[in-house]
């Protein structure tokens, strides 16, 4: 069964202090991987693409990485506004048709 | 930037109404979508329109009814609900089409629905 898993759940980090969220899949026909952030009250909003294992991209203090079963979204020095729930997405094409699904997500709270 | 908006952003229904969601996107996308979020649930893709053309159906309820008038306008017409399907309702815009490479998706505020 396709799937996408994301850990932790909820993630409490100190301003300044680095970390990652995960992001594991097992699927077939891996068509993306996508990264997003959701603040309370508002839709996601887009940060990364990735398409092929070993493929990296980065964004002032985020870092996303990917490999043939999981992604990290790494960040350095968090600041209080990087406080928000980061969502996780997977395109895959099986059986025929184009699917995309979501992790639950990971909340992200960066005190000060 | 996102330019896509949603109304209402809030909606109490019975599940005997009748009620329609808008999406409205001023980007110039060719590919929009619904999605669903309910609480401590992952985020359901619930229909693609491709270039006005409806491509995907996540196996939803039928008492969910999308229009695509044309490629700026996206519309979700309710009827029947039920107290579960009672969530977030997210509209979305890509570039492209839902083709082999899905760009950015850039997304609304969402509609709060509560079904009574």
């Known amino acids: 069964e396709d799937q996408v898993t994301q850990s932790p759940e909820a993630l409490r980090l100190q301003e300044g202090e680095s970390s990652s969220l995960n992001c594991s899949y097992t699927v077939s026909g891996l068509r993306g991987l996508f990264w997003y952030r959701q603040d309370p009250g508002k839709g996601p909003e887009f940060l990364f693409t990735?398409?092929?294992a070993g493929e990296e991209k980065e964004k002032e203090r985020l870092k996303a990485t990917l490999t043939k079963k999981e992604s990290f979204l790494h960040i350095t020095a968090p600041k209080p506004e990087d406080s928000a729930t980061y969502l996780c997405a997977v395109r895959l094409f099986s059986g025929g048709y184009n699917k995309l699904i979501f992790g639950a997500g990971t909340r992200l709270a960066v005190h000060p | 930037e996102t330019g896509v908006t949603q109304t209402p952003r809030h909606l109490v229904m019975g599940m005997t109404n009748k009620k329609s969601l808008k999406c409205e996107q001023h980007l110039g996308h060719n590919a929009m979508y619904w999605y669903k979020q309910s609480a401590k649930k992952p985020l359901e893709l619930m229909f693609v329109y491709n270039f006005k053309e409806q491509t995907e159906n996540n196996s939803v309820p039928s008492r969910f009814s999308p229009e695509c008038p044309n490629s700026s306008h996206l519309f979700l017409h309710l009827h029947t609900l039920q107290p579960e399907d009672s969530a977030l309702y997210l509209c979305?815009?890509?570039?492209?089409?839902?083709?082999?490479?899905?760009?950015?998706?850039?997304f609304g505020p969402g509609t709060r629905l509560l079904v009574l």
């Open positions: 990735l398409y092929s």
């Open positions: 979305a815009s890509s570039p492209g089409g839902w083709g082999r490479r899905m760009e950015t998706q850039y």
